[in-house]
């Protein structure tokens, strides 16, 4: 699977999470490929909402969220967060703007809490770096 989303974002969240320690480039590409997954299948339940709805069109509520925040406050750049909507769905889908932003918030939300968990882990190893490993770690144990 390409990963759509790019290191960078992914990595300033991982920092924000991190306090004084490290990051290495294997932890963000290792969460961004992980982001992406489950934005994917994310999607897919959307598709599925919406299609019970009898909506060719994915809306915000179609990811559980009732607000939608501002675009600028998130570090998810939207248009990547759209091709990750658009990998698991069928082409006649149509993702709303608001449902793009909803995705990126829902998927920054799940990428703090695993960063802040993978800090947490490097921290127990006694590290100064979050690694790869760290993520990793996090999803053999809570997922």
């Given at each position: 699977m390409n990963v759509e989303l790019p290191f960078a974002p992914v990595d300033s969240i991982i920092r924000r999470n991190a306090g004084d320690l490290r990051v290495s480039a294997d932890a963000a590409e290792e969460l961004?490929?992980?982001?992406?997954?489950?934005?994917?299948?994310?999607?897919?339940?959307?598709?599925r909402r919406a299609s019970e709805d009898g909506r060719k069109t994915l809306m915000a509520e179609d990811f559980g969220v009732e607000r939608v925040v501002d675009r600028e406050s998130l570090e998810?750049?939207?248009?990547?967060?759209?091709?990750?909507?658009r990998l698991e769905i069928d082409d006649r889908y149509r993702v709303s703007m608001d449902a793009r932003v909803?995705?990126?918030?829902?998927?920054?939300?799940?990428?703090?809490?695993?960063?802040?968990?993978?800090?947490?882990?490097?921290?127990?190893?006694?590290?100064?770096?979050?690694?790869?490993?760290?993520?990793k770690t996090y999803f053999s144990l809570f997922e």
């Open positions: 961004a490929e992980r982001i992406q997954e489950h934005g994917a299948a994310l999607a897919v339940d959307a598709a998810l750049p939207i248009a990547p967060v759209d091709r990750i909507a909803a995705l990126a918030d829902v998927l920054e939300e799940y990428a703090d809490n695993v960063a802040e968990a993978a800090a947490t882990l490097a921290r127990h190893a006694d590290r100064r770096t979050v690694k790869a490993e760290d993520v």
